[in-house]
């Protein structure tokens, strides 16, 4: 396996688990919302999971187009 690929399932692995940290964040805000808590913070949290997530997406796609330009003939 060569430095792309293993960069590659690197940042495929930080989208899957930025996915679980944004859906488990929501899942948060729902369950304090309901219970009458302050969700100020909490979605604050999740605006930057969301943002970072953002970031993750945009960076595996780069270093993926890169790749696919660098095995072409």
């Known amino acids: 396996m060569d ?3 293993t960069t590659l399932g690197m940042l ?11 859906e488990r ?3 948060i805000v729902a369950d304090f919302h ?10 604050d949290l999740l605006s930057l999971f969301e ?3 953002i970031l ?3 960076h595996r796609d780069r270093i993926l187009k ?3 330009e660098l095995k072409k003939p």
């Open 3 to 5: 430095f792309l690929e």
């Open 12 to 22: 495929e692995r930080h989208v899957l688990l930025g996915e679980r940290h944004i």
């Open 25 to 27: 964040q929501r899942a």
């Open 34 to 43: 309901h219970k009458g808590f302050r969700i100020d913070l909490a979605e």
């Open 51 to 53: 943002q970072m997530q």
């Open 56 to 58: 993750h997406v945009s």
């Open 66 to 68: 890169l790749s696919c």
